[in-house]
């Protein structure tokens, strides 16, 4: 199962993204023997890197009861984080003192989902 973007999946997001703000979805399966303390190690440190690209924790939660879900489809974790621009961040994954928090994440999680969205705008969804 993937848990980190491949660079076709990073050149898929720098080609198709307009350099706007945006709201990355972060899905995480935690692996059972040690994960979420490795991904809160992860966090803490990663967070300085994301503070300093403009990147922003929207929100955290764990993961509760699924109630519509084929069995095996919970996640353990939801994270919402809103970047500035693609640019920054683009900037922040290459940023060395990121790049030394990266082992930590794969270490605890089994599968992940990151999907960028962005804001619906028209009649009734204004932004």
């Known amino acids: 199962m993937?848990?980190?973007?491949?660079?076709?999946?990073?050149?898929?997001?720098l080609d198709s993204l307009?350099?706007?703000?945006?709201v990355m979805l972060n899905l995480l399966r935690f692996r059972p023997d040690g994960g979420r303390e490795s991904y809160a190690e992860y966090s803490r440190r990663a967070g300085?890197?994301?503070?300093?690209?403009g990147g922003e924790l929207v929100y955290f939660g764990e993961g509760s009861t699924a109630l519509v879900a084929e069995p095996g489809q919970a996640w353990d974790a939801v994270l919402l984080i809103r970047y500035?621009?693609?640019?920054?961040?683009l900037r922040?994954?290459?940023d060395p003192e990121y790049q030394e928090t990266v082992s930590l994440r794969t270490e605890a999680l089994t599968e992940a989902v990151l999907q960028v969205t962005v804001p619906v705008t028209g009649p009734?969804?204004?932004?």
């Open 2 to 13: 993937a848990v980190n973007p491949s660079s076709a999946d990073m050149q898929s997001l």
């Open 84 to 89: 500035p621009s693609r640019a920054a961040f």
């Open 92 to 94: 922040m994954v290459a």
């Open 18 to 22: 307009p350099d706007e703000p945006f």
């Open 124 to 127: 009734g969804h204004e932004r």
């Open 48 to 53: 300085k890197a994301l503070a300093r690209h």
